[in-house]
């Protein structure tokens, strides 16, 4: 405004000397110089444009952890070599090959053959290697040695434990094996019962045919036992990750099972003592019951004869119920009670087989506990008898308004 000012009172200026007489010429000069000062008010000039402001800093990224702090991350033994020096072993690998591997020549490292075969070559070979090695650490401890290249021409060597996933694979074979072995005795002694009943001289003794038809009738029902055995272990496997969540009472079902293996007890008594008061446990009420069966046969089968069977429910603690199983039998040596929840495992399978046993009882009752979040502990005495205690989680009840 002050320009535009300034410039209206040159021009006013102009036309007053022309008004007074001044000469044309200067009036003229006053006259443009007004007229100037108009148009530069009325449409200025840019203005110099202000320095261009300097790019920012670039902010610097997360440093990356050396290669030494993600060796030591790892809890498998992991080696980053190059040249056939170990440059860098993690605690693990320094635990397994030694404490003083770093700086050393791969193949004094891991001293085995296949591996030394491996490493031997001064570049990485492309892609990534696996190789079986056993003998690192243990005699017998299978590894699986992976080499990989890294960028730098070096190799990153991993060694990982197969221990657990052999002992799997074992455990699976073993099981077919077992499964085959028991279907297949009892298979056996169907077909050669009925390839003698197939003769006229046996099927024509009516004694001979009844105890050849009872004896297959046996054998038939202990395939059939073994069969719904696989299946109930089979789902109760499946349903291992799936909580149950119904409330289920565990005295009267005591008592319906009590009742459906009375014919086992052959006379003998089934004592229950309940001491808990309440007794509800979150559970499944049919593998519940499964479980309880397979207690209560095994206690019948294998204690002596004459003696009681006892069943307790006890408190223990705040949210655990106890269910306890004794026999008066013969008791297990304490060598052979960790295995006895093995599949098909027997102490003595001689008698096992001749009371019917599959082989599987346990088994069955310790993946029932384990699907239930609970803890199975077994105690047992020589020449005194054998005690199963399984501990549940009591129900958690919710109040409803």
């Known amino acids: 405004m002050k320009w535009l000012l300034a410039a209206l009172l040159a021009a006013a200026a102009a036309l007053a000397a022309l008004w007074a007489g001044a000469p044309p010429a200067a009036a003229s000069i006053a006259l443009l110089g007004g007229i100037g000062a108009v148009a530069l008010a009325l449409y200025p000039q840019p203005r110099e444009a202000p320095p261009a402001t300097a790019p920012a800093e670039p902010v610097p990224a997360t440093p990356a952890p050396a290669i030494a702090d993600l060796v030591a991350a790892f809890e498998e033994p992991l080696l980053v070599v190059r040249d056939r020096r170990v440059l860098i072993a993690n605690q ?10 770093e700086g050393s020549d791969v193949r004094l490292a891991i001293r085995h053959p296949a591996a030394a ?13 696996r190789t079986e090695l056993v003998g690192l650490g243990d005699l017998d401890r299978p590894w699986e040695m992976t080499v990989a290249p890294l960028p730098d021409g070096g190799r990153l060597v991993r060694l990982a434990d197969q221990s657990q996933a052999r002992a799997a694979e074992r455990m699976r074979v073993d099981f ?9 005795t009892p298979l056996a002694t169907l ?28 054998e038939a029902t202990r395939m059939r ?3 719904d055995d696989l299946m109930s272990l089979s789902r ?24 459906a293996v009375k014919p086992l007890a052959e006379g003998r008594k089934i004592i ?81 087989r001749q009371v019917g046993g599959t082989g599987l009882g346990l088994a069955i009752v310790k993946h029932i506990v ?32």
């Open 236 to 259: 109760i496997e499946a349903d291992r990750f799936a909580a149950p969540r119904d409330t289920v009472d565990l005295a009267p079902l005591i008592e319906e099972v009590k009742k």
């Open 92 to 101: 693990a690998a320094r635990d397994l090959l030694g404490a003083h591997i």
């Open 117 to 129: 075969e491996r490493l031997a070559g001064e570049a990485a070979e492309a892609g990534t290697v």
């Open 370 to 401: 384990n699907r239930h979040r609970g803890r199975l502990e077994i105690a047992s005495v020589v020449g005194e008898g054998t005690q199963v205690r399984v501990l549940l989680p009591r129900a958690t009840l919710v109040s409803q308004n």
């Open 176 to 184: 077919v094996a077992n499964a085959s072995h028991e279907l297949r």
């Open 272 to 352: 229950v003592e309940n001491r808990a008061g309440s007794a509800l446990v979150q559970g499944d009420r049919g593998q519940l019951a499964q479980l309880l069966n397979n207690l209560l046969a095994n206690a019948l089968k294998y204690g002596r004869p004459g003696t009681p069977v006892r069943i307790g429910l006890d408190d223990a603690g705040e949210d655990l119920l106890a269910i306890t199983v004794a026999d008066q039998g013969e008791g297990i040596a304490p060598e052979y009670i960790p295995r006895l929840t093995e599949r098909f495992y027997r102490v003595d399978p001689g008698r096992s």
């Open 225 to 227: 036992d073994l069969l």
């Open 191 to 218: 077909l050669g019962f009925l390839e003698t009943l197939q003769d006229e001289a046996a099927a024509g003794d009516p004694a001979t045919r009844e105890r050849f038809v009872s004896i297959m009738f046996g």
